[in-house]
């Protein structure tokens, strides 16, 4: 069955740094698009990126362009999300997607928390 860890969470400052990592297990991952989407307390679940099944292209929301970067392993079945830049309001409970979008099975989920 198909399989979503999320790691790298944790307190960052405004303007700090984070790396979140994904390790997928339970399906051919090489052939499917990943995303990354967070939500927020009191809110709904929002995408924030996504990658195509090569890595040949990527996309985010406004809310994060320029800051965030996706890439992926397939080698390693692994994807990841550098968050540079971080904001407040970028606290949310962070979630690795399989396929486009928010629709598809996710982790349980790696919190941030952006505060100083």
């Known amino acids: 069955q198909v399989q979503l860890v999320e790691s790298g969470g944790g307190l960052a400052q405004p303007g700090g740094s984070l790396r979140l990592s994904c390790a997928a297990s339970g399906f051919t991952f090489s052939i499917h698009s990943m995303s990354w989407a967070r939500q927020a307390p009191g809110k709904g679940l929002e995408w924030v990126s996504g990658i195509y099944s090569d890595g040949s292209n990527t996309y985010y929301a406004n809310s994060v362009k320029g800051r965030f970067t996706i890439s992926r392993d397939n080698a390693k079945n692994m994807v990841y999300l550098q968050m540079n830049s971080l904001k407040p309001e970028d606290t949310a409970l962070y979630y690795c997607?399989?396929?486009?979008?928010?629709?598809?099975?996710r982790g349980r989920g790696t919190q941030v928390t952006v505060s100083s």
């Open positions: 997607v399989k396929q486009w979008g928010t629709a598809g099975p």
